[in-house]
Nanobody
Framework: QVQLVESGGGLVQPGGSLRLSCAASGFTLEDSAIDWFRQAAGKEREWVSCINSRDDKTYYAGSVKGRFTISRDNAKNTVVLQMDSQKPGDTAVYYC????????????????WGQGTQVTVSS
């Protein structure tokens, strides 16, 4: 059974950092393209970042580019989202999702989502 579990959320002050993890079971993340999304209260879900499966090319939304970094830890079968220089606008529930294709540039859906982890940026 394919399953994703996010962790690492919490409360952080503006300018601070958090490191989110997306751990997989039932499949190998190394062979998968993974998206991160976020959804703030009362707002639509927003795409945040993606990492390709074959060449590990990374993609970022303009709102997080230069502050967030997506990467893999294959030994732990985990995809990590490092969030630095955080802003109150980053407050949201963050989700990882397994893409149906191997390339982030494709327009396909997802077959597995995590349960989400809350990130709150506030002083």
């Amino acid at each position: 059974q394919v399953q994703l579990v996010e962790s690492g959320g919490g409360l952080v002050q503006p300018g601070g950092s958090l490191r989110l993890s997306c751990a997989a079971s039932g499949f190998t993340l190394e062979d998968s393209a993974i998206d991160w999304f976020r959804q703030a209260a009362g707002k639509e879900r927003e795409w945040v970042s993606c990492i390709n499966s074959r060449d590990d090319k990374t993609y970022y939304a303009g709102s997080v580019k230069g502050r967030f970094t997506i990467s893999r830890d294959n030994a732990k079968n985990t995809v990590v989202l490092q969030m630095d220089s955080q802003k109150p606008g980053d407050t949201a529930v963050y989700y990882c999702a397994h893409r149906l294709d191997s390339d982030c540039a494709g327009k396909v859906g997802h077959d597995s989502w995590g349960q989400g982890t809350q990130v709150t940026v506030s002083s």
